[in-house]
């Protein structure tokens, strides 16, 4: 059953703009508009993009999104209509995501990259290439002369 659009939306982990959390935050955020979908309709009962991002706004002001609150509001202040434009909620996912999704992961899998060397006396070579593969869709390479200057610096030291 439909929630009546004046019912009261449970109360969620306030994100501080740590990016461990984002995914959590995200996620918290869908099962909300999912579960009280009528509360972030127009009176047409189409989805209004605006009511989601204040619903997310409301929800980012501590810590390192409480600065970028600022400045996305200060940004979409329209002087004109005396009123706030904030655009599209794909956009400002978008600009979320920018933002705020961890880039950690990625910039592990290339350190990782750059250490990883190869001995087959001591490293199973199967395992090794497999390790290699997975570091590598980690970090997002996808050019094959970078993947390949990679693998030959992993194998360099044994192959000399």
Request: hydrophobic share 35%.
């Amino acid at each position: 059953m439909a929630q009546p659009q004046t019912a009261k939306l449970p109360k969620i982990n306030p994100f501080k703009g740590d990016p461990c959390y984002f995914q959590t935050f995200q996620d918290e955020l869908r099962l909300i508009f999912n579960s009280y979908s009528t509360a972030f309709q127009d009176a047409q009962g189409n989805t209004d993009d605006r009511k989601k991002i204040i619903y997310a706004l409301q929800n980012m002001t501590d810590g390192n999104t409480a600065g970028f609150r600022n400045g996305f509001m200060k940004e979409h202040w329209d002087n004109t209509n005396n009123h706030y434009d904030y655009g599209s909620w794909t956009n400002f996912n978008n600009i979320l995501e920018e933002n705020f999704k961890p880039k950690i992961k990625v910039m592990q899998a290339i350190e990782h990259l750059k250490c990883a060397r190869l001995d087959p006396k001591t490293t199973d070579v199967a395992v090794f290439n497999q390790t290699f593969t997975y570091l590598l869709n980690q970090a997002g390479i996808t050019d094959d002369q970078h993947h390949t200057q990679l693998y030959i610096d992993t194998i360099l030291d044994w192959i000399q």
